[in-house]
C-alpha cells in the first residue's frame, strides 16, 4: 500500500524559499504523477503543480513560475520549492500521487498527511 | 478564485440524503470525468468518487456520485454525524492544463 509523506520546515521567513519533500513507500515513483497541492487555513484546495517520474512537470500558472518541482527516483522522492513566499503562502501542504490527465481524470490518492508551513518573520 | 464553483455550505439531518453540485464549464468538466474527496477536519483528503461515479474500496455505497455535461453531483444517503466534513469535486482543466478544484462544500449534520 503506497503511503506519502512530506517534511521540511514549519516556519519560512518572507521573501525565502519554502521547500518540502515527500517521501513515498510501498510502491515505485517511477509511474504515475505525483502532485503537490495546498490548503491555506480557512480556505479550499489549490493544486501547485505535479511531476512525472521522468521529470516532466506542469505548474499552476497563477504562481507565476515561483514553484519548482524536481524528483529524485533513486530516493523515492519528489521535491517542491516555492520562492519569494508572503503570508499569503501559509498553508498545509500536501502530497498525492496522480491528478494528471484529460479525459478520464487520474484521481489524487492516496495524500501524504500534510505538512504546515507559516509563513512569518 | 475556484474553478469549479460548488455551494459554501449544506446541511442535513441523520438519515437524509443530500447532495452536492459541482459546476464547471466545457474545459472542465464537460471534456473530463470528476473526482470526489472527503476531508475531515485536521486530517487529509480522502478519495470518495473517482471517474464520475465509482466508489474506491471501502467506501460506503452510500455515496454516489453523477455527472452531466458541465456540472456533477455528489449525493450522501443515511447521513450519518461521521459525514460532517468537507467536499471537494475536482476535475481536469484542458485550457489551464492543470488540476481544477471546487471550492469545497461544508456538511453539517443537524
Known amino acids: 500500500q503506497v503511503q506519502l509523506q512530506e517534511s521540511g520546515p514549519g516556519l519560512v521567513k518572507p521573501s525565502e524559499t519554502l521547500s518540502l519533500n515527500c517521501t513515498v513507500s510501498?510502491?515505485?515513483?517511477?509511474?504515475?504523477?505525483w502532485t503537490w497541492i495546498r490548503q491555506p487555513p480557512g480556505k479550499g484546495l489549490e493544486w501547485l503543480g505535479s511531476i512525472f517520474h521522468n521529470g516532466y512537470t506542469i505548474h499552476n500558472p497563477s504562481l507565476k513560475s515561483r514553484v519548482t518541482i524536481s524528483v529524485d527516483t533513486s530516493k523515492s522522492q519528489f521535491f517542491m520549492k516555492l520562492s519569494s513566499v508572503t503570508a499569503a503562502d501559509t498553508a498545509v501542504y500536501y502530497c498525492?500521487?496522480?491528478?494528471?490527465?484529460?479525459?478520464?481524470?487520474?484521481?489524487?490518492?492516496?495524500w501524504g498527511q500534510g505538512s504546515l508551513v507559516t509563513v512569518a518573520s | 478564485q475556484s474553478l469549479l464553483t460548488q455551494a459554501p455550505s449544506t446541511s442535513g439531518t441523520a438519515g437524509q440524503t443530500v447532495t452536492i453540485s459541482c459546476s464547471g464549464g466545457r474545459f472542465t468538466i464537460g471534456s473530463n470525468t470528476v473526482n470526489w474527496y472527503q476531508k475531515l477536519p485536521g486530517t487529509a483528503p480522502k478519495l470518495l468518487i473517482f471517474n464520475n461515479n465509482q466508489r474506491p474500496s471501502g467506501v460506503p455505497d452510500r455515496f454516489s456520485g453523477s455527472k452531466s455535461g458541465t456540472s456533477a453531483s455528489l449525493a450522501i444517503s443515511g447521513l450519518q454525524s461521521e459525514d460532517e466534513a468537507d467536499y471537494y469535486c475536482?476535475?481536469?482543466?484542458?485550457?489551464?492544463?492543470?488540476?481544477?478544484f471546487g471550492g469545497g462544500t461544508k456538511l453539517t449534520v443537524l
Open positions: 475536482a476535475s481536469w482543466n484542458d485550457d489551464l492544463n492543470g488540476v481544477a
Open positions: 498525492a500521487r496522480g491528478g494528471v490527465g484529460s479525459g478520464d481524470y487520474s484521481p489524487l490518492d492516496p
Open positions: 510501498g510502491d515505485s515513483i517511477s509511474r504515475d504523477y
